[in-house]
């Protein structure tokens, strides 16, 4: 692992944690005061979660495929490795609701897919 891939994986969080909080908040009349732990506590969850699995398909990406500028064959792989992580995190998160029933569900799988994507596939320069 690089200082690049760690700056990818914080920013794919961060960028993350505010579609979905403010995907979130859209359905709720009234925001409470503890938004800013619940963002942080979010950006922990989301930042591991990328930690831990996107980390080794990226790598392992890289190091098969190199040619990452916006490539479809990155956008799949990670596809489907938010639609596994998808199926096995959201019954936990969810209260066990059925993770097809809701098209929520399908935006958050595609928008953890496109954000790795979306950062990987930017020129990020990490100086130091």
């Known amino acids: ?22 995907v979130e908040l859209s359905f709720k009349a009234d925001v409470s005061k503890g938004l800013v732990f619940a963002i942080f506590l979010v950006f922990a969850v989301f930042f591991a979660l990328y930690f831990i699995f996107a980390l080794p398909i990226l790598i392992y990406l890289q190091r098969k495929i190199g040619d990452r500028d916006y490539s479809l064959k990155y956008f799949v792989a990670f596809l489907g490795g ?26 958050y799988v595609v928008s953890t897919a496109l954000f790795i994507w979306l950062w990987d596939s930017a020129k990020v320069k990490v100086f130091a």
């Open 82 to 107: 938010s639609f596994l992580i998808h199926l096995l995190v959201n019954p936990v998160l969810n209260e066990y609701q059925a993770p097809f029933v809701t098209p929520l569900w399908y935006i």
């Open 1 to 22: 692992m690089n200082k690049r891939n760690l700056v990818i994986i914080t920013l794919a969080a961060v960028s993350m944690t505010f579609f979905y909080m403010i």
